[in-house]
């Protein structure tokens, strides 16, 4: 990055216009961690220093509303212009969150820098503490999403919270409604993003107290849950299925080694933009249960059954993710976790792992098979130890793996089988008219190998169709 400060400062010098580094990028190295992403203020034209810029290091810039970007994704740059219209110190002032309202004239930047830097609401000091602070609550009015990102920078650098602020938060929490959705939902995905989301979820409920008003859904969550196999109420059950489910996904040597490396690469997926699976294995595992205050009976022996919640929590959650704005896929994946996070259980219960009923719940699972088996497992365990502490959770433990094993080293083998033979193969092969379904022909090949009846080459598909056909 030296050279990029080393074109800045010639620019702010040669136009004689003042370019200040603000935000994430100066806090983050204050603290010592590295990232390349960079807001400016320009005290001037930004256009002109933007395009100036992107010249000089061959990169076009993108024109938005009220900045300019360049961006470099081989180098891995995200620089943004701002125009500064006002005093530096005010505009820093309007931030609202000390650790944010930090800048340094560009041409002052270097290692050793705290004495150049202009902080008029105290964030150094708030650094050296690791402390969020808002420092005027009456900003909340213009910038309620401060509330909101008060808790992300938490997450992001296992910072306390300033107990003024807290109160702050608490007497604001109302203003929740008044925040863009979208925006609402990519701070809670920036919480999600991190470990021990669990742990600022119950922050956000226990001592912030606006849990609910990110997510209505919790109000009845608290209210339902208790029954023959839960001692506690779903809320708070589906908060320890989130610890647990974290503390399997964080722990290196919890699975076998090819399981572990098969989760890793799933979890890290990307699926839209900057989210991952993980978070959205994450935010499924909390709303799991969701679907139980909407079915909740009670049978003729008096007994409190929630038959069904798998499906109403599955139309929740799909709510949940039109509301924060969620693409077609996330919500697809989140719908299939809540909806299908029984199949393990029953699995389970049924003592059932035959190569029959994994194939239906692999077919049924689909992507998201280890996304739910690890729920299931969180789940299972987290529902048996209240009820149970001293009973061995291990059993548990191999029953899912034995499924997540099967479904990366048996299933996943038998689905693609384009390299072996396809549709054209087989109708030209036994003379088959095109109207016929081979799709069908095709599926029965992949469940046969599946179960092992026969092998994974053309020599032993051909003798299994001639049998068939």
């Known amino acids: ?3 990029i400060f080393s074109l800045l400062k010639d620019i702010s010098e040669k136009e004689d216009i003042k370019i200040y580094l603000i935000g994430g990028y100066l806090r983050d190295f204050l603290i010592g961690r590295v990232t390349k992403k960079m807001t400016l203020l320009i005290k001037g034209n930004a256009e002109l220093i933007a395009r100036d810029f992107a010249k000089k290091i061959d990169i076009n810039i993108i024109e938005e509303k009220n900045s300019f970007k ?4 081989d180098r891995d740059l995200k620089i943004e212009f701002i125009e500064l219209e006002e005093d530096i110190n005010s505009y820093l002032q309007n931030r609202g969150i000390t650790i944010q309202s930090l800048a340094i004239d560009i041409c002052n930047f270097s290692d050793d820098i705290k004495e150049e830097i202009i902080d008029p609401t105290g964030g150094l000091s708030d650094i050296e503490e690791n402390k969020i602070r808002i420092w005027d609550g009456e900003l909340l009015e213009k910038r309620p999403i401060m509330i909101v990102k008060a808790v992300s920078l938490m997450s992001d650098l296992d910072f306390g919270m300033d107990e003024d602020t807290i109160k702050i938060i608490r007497n604001n929490k109302k203003l929740i409604a008044n925040i863009d ?3 609402l939902g990519d701070q809670v995905f920036k919480i999600l993003r991190n470990r021990k989301s669990y742990h600022y979820f119950g922050f956000m409920d226990k001592e912030l107290e606006i849990l609910e008003e990110i997510f209505p859904e919790v109000v009845e969550m608290k209210d339902v849950g208790e029954c023959k196999y839960h001692v506690v109420d779903s809320f708070t059950h589906s908060l320890y299925v989130l610890k647990l489910t974290e503390n399997i996904i964080y722990y290196e040597g919890y699975f076998e080694d090819h399981i572990r490396e098969a989760y890793e690469k799933h979890a890290c997926e990307e699926v839209i933009g900057e989210h991952t699976r993980m978070e959205l294995i994450k935010l499924a595992a909390f709303f799991h249960d969701v679907g139980k205050p909407s079915a909740r009976k009670i049978d003729v022996k008096g007994r409190v059954r929630f038959r069904g919640h798998e499906i109403t929590g599955a139309e929740i959650i799909k709510n949940i993710s039109q509301r924060f704005g969620l693409s077609i896929k996330e919500r697809d994946i989140l719908y299939r976790i809540v909806e299908k996070h029984m199949f393990p259980l029953i699995s389970y219960k049924s003592n059932d792992v035959s190569s ?6 692999f077919k049924e699972t689909k992507n998201e098979t280890l996304d739910i088996l690890l729920i299931a497992l969180s789940d299972i365990v987290g529902t048996r130890k209240l009820l149970d502490p001293d009973e061995e959770m291990g059993k548990f433990k191999i029953h899912v793996e034995f ?3 099967n479904y990366i080293t048996r299933f996943k083998e038998s689905q693609d089988i384009t390299d072996i033979i396809t549709a054209a193969d087989i109708l030209k092969e036994f ?4 109207e016929v379904l081979v799709s069908e022909i095709l599926e029965e090949i992949k469940k046969a190998i599946f179960k092992g ?5 053309k020599n032993s598909i051909m003798k299994y169709l001639k049998n068939i056909l």
């Open 1 to 3: 990055m030296d050279s």
């Open 70 to 73: 360049v961006i470099d994704i």
């Open 181 to 183: 959705s979208n925006e």
């Open 356 to 361: 029959r009923f994994l194939y239906k719940m």
């Open 403 to 405: 499924m997540a094993n």
């Open 431 to 434: 003379d088959l008219k095109e």
């Open 453 to 457: 009846k026969i092998s994974r080459n």
